[in-house]
């Protein structure tokens, strides 16, 4: 647990400093992930179960541990995320 609170941490730090540059395609980007998440045609549990596979494809360690800890808090069962 210790390795998820660290890993929560240094992103919260790396968005704060990333955003900070005031960079307006970043910001752009930032509201981009952010919309995309929000309810819609698709439920955020299956937009989390799609940034995983996608994640997953790109192998970005970081983005995978993100994700999983996303579909964990959408309710992402053990069956569901097996089935992938």
């Known amino acids: 647990m210790d390795e998820l609170k660290e890993f929560r941490r ?5 968005n ?3 955003l900070s540059a ?8 930032f509201v981009l992930d952010t919309r995309v998440y929000e309810k819609g045609a698709l439920n955020v549990k ?3 179960l799609l940034g995983l596979v996608a ?3 790109l192998r970005c360690n970081d983005c995978i541990t ?3 800890i996303r579909c964990v808090q ?8 097996l089935r992938l």
């Open 55 to 57: 994640s997953t494809v």
């Open 10 to 14: 240094y992103r919260e730090r790396m």
């Open 46 to 48: 299956t937009k989390e």
């Open 22 to 29: 005031d960079n307006l395609g970043i910001k752009r980007f």
């Open 16 to 18: 704060k400093r990333i």
């Open 66 to 68: 993100y994700h999983v």
């Open 74 to 81: 959408e309710g992402v069962s053990d069956k569901e995320l």
